[in-house]
């Protein structure tokens, strides 16, 4: 939605070979929760490509992502933001994150654009290492609560301690909301030390 600044036009040229959309439409994509078809059109001279869009709750409730199949492009927004994740936000949702990931790592993708990595080549691989990341923690997370420990003790002992983002942003990113996102549980603030 709207046109590209020219330092970003001549770095996604230099980094696509120049194939690169001018504008992305934001009209015309088909409904949430499926992957369909899309909008093609011409914008000036240039030829709008088809997206499609792919409802992917998780990061956010309304978090949406856009494919270009034809040339295997996948723009994630925040939901991807590299292969392994330690901090989340307190109100970010682990299970339907990880299945949005699922979803997409179906998809044949060559190049993801992520909203905080740039351009990432080899997409598929990328998203299915995350999702196995994921689901990993996922189940040590478990594991350990069966054990007894607590979700500060797993958190500490899955990802480690809390660094520098936790104190900047007064614990709205925190390795401890993974992991009480993973648990279910109720709010963070709520737990004992």
């Known amino acids: ?23 992305l439409p934001a009209r015309g994509l088909e409904a949430p929760r499926r992957l ?7 914008h000036r001279s240039h ?5 499609r869009r792919a409802f992917t709750p998780g990061h956010s409730f309304d978090q949406i ?7 295997k492009w996948l723009f994630t927004g925040d939901l991807f933001c590299g292969r ?4 989340f936000r307190r109100d970010e949702d682990y299970t339907l994150l990880l299945a949005a990931l699922s979803g997409l ?17 080899d997409g598929t691989r990328a998203l299915r290492d995350k999702v196995a990341f994921m689901t990993c923690l996922r189940e040590e997370a478990l594991s350990l609560r ?11 002992r899955l990802l480690g301690r809390e660094g520098a983002m936790f104190y900047i942003t007064g614990g709205h990113y925190a390795k ?3 992991v009480h996102s993973i648990l279910g549980g109720g709010p963070v603030d709520a737990w004992p030390g």
């Open 1 to 23: 939605s709207g046109n590209l600044r020219p330092r970003a036009r001549h770095s996604l040229d230099r980094r696509t070979g120049g194939n690169a959309p001018e504008t």
């Open 36 to 42: 369909g078809s899309g909008a093609r059109g011409r």
């Open 47 to 51: 030829r709008i490509p088809l997206l």
């Open 65 to 71: 992502c856009l494919y270009e199949p034809d040339k």
């Open 84 to 87: 392994k994740i330690k901090y």
């Open 105 to 121: 790592a179906e998809l044949e993708v060559d190049t993801i654009f992520c909203s905080l990595l740039g351009v990432v080549s």
């Open 146 to 156: 069966e054990k007894g420990l607590s979700p500060r003790a797993i958190a500490r």
């Open 176 to 178: 401890l909301n993974a």
